[in-house]
């Protein structure tokens, strides 16, 4: 039979053309989606989407490379996806009654905790899973954080007077005001703050309370209000 389909060289310049464009277009949506997005997306998928397991539902976790990204994650799951937020996910995923799911659930802790956050379990009962979004304070930092708190409080190297005073901050000078010369002790020496002490200070400033690299109540408080935003 005599072939009637002839394409011109135009016309076939045209069509290659139309392809280089949509696939310029695919890859530049694809660009514009945030890693917190694509994250979020992931866990999503693999807690729900088809022929997907507690494997992949942990992998898509361990993506998430700072505490702010988690924050992030966790608040896009909140208001896109799920609406169950990370916490909620891993209840919904994971059963810690199950010894396989305590295995992945330990994975998921591990990954947490080098972020800065906190995930506990109960293993007596479901919908016990618990997530803190908080630095956690290793033991061999707490004399570290204390004096770098003294530090930046005025107290130089008096640590037991920043102590006994109830750590009040800044330090009261003699006729009752505050002092505000140098950190430095009697040797003229600064402590440096403990990398815990030096996230904490980075954020206090990203959820706005004052940056003193302590781990306290108001803290934790200002990261809740962030999260329920």
């Not at 530090?151 to 102590?163: A, E, R, S």
């Amino acid at each position: 039979m005599k072939n009637l389909f002839i394409m011109t060289e135009e016309e076939k310049n045209r069509i290659l053309g139309l392809h280089e464009s949509s696939t310029k277009n695919h890859y530049l949506i694809s660009e514009q989606v945030s890693p917190e997005k694509q994250i979020a997306g992931q866990i999503y998928t693999a807690a729900y989407g088809a022929g997907t397991n507690e494997e992949s539902f942990v992998q898509a976790i361990e993506k998430i490379n700072s505490l702010e990204q988690l924050i992030a994650v966790d608040k896009l799951l909140k208001s896109g996806y799920s609406r169950l937020g990370l916490q909620g996910q891993i209840n919904d995923e994971l059963n810690p009654q199950e010894y396989g799911d305590r295995t992945y659930l330990e994975k998921i802790k591990s990954k947490l905790s080098s972020l800065g956050a906190q995930l506990t379990y109960d293993q007596v009962r479901n919908g016990s899973v618990k997530i803190q979004f908080g630095v956690q304070t290793m033991p061999e930092d707490v004399d570290a954080q204390v004096k770098a708190h003294a530090q930046y409080c005025k107290w130089g190297d008096d640590i037991q007077g920043f102590l006994d005073s109830g750590k009040k901050c800044p330090k009261p000078s003699s006729d009752g005001g505050s002092t505000g010369g140098s950190t430095g002790g009697s040797t003229g020496g600064t402590t440096q703050p403990s990398p815990n002490a030096t996230r904490i200070k980075e954020l206090q400033r990203k959820v706005g309370v004052k940056d003193d690299g302590i781990l306290g109540k108001m803290t934790l408080k200002a990261i809740m209000d962030k999260l329920s935003q």
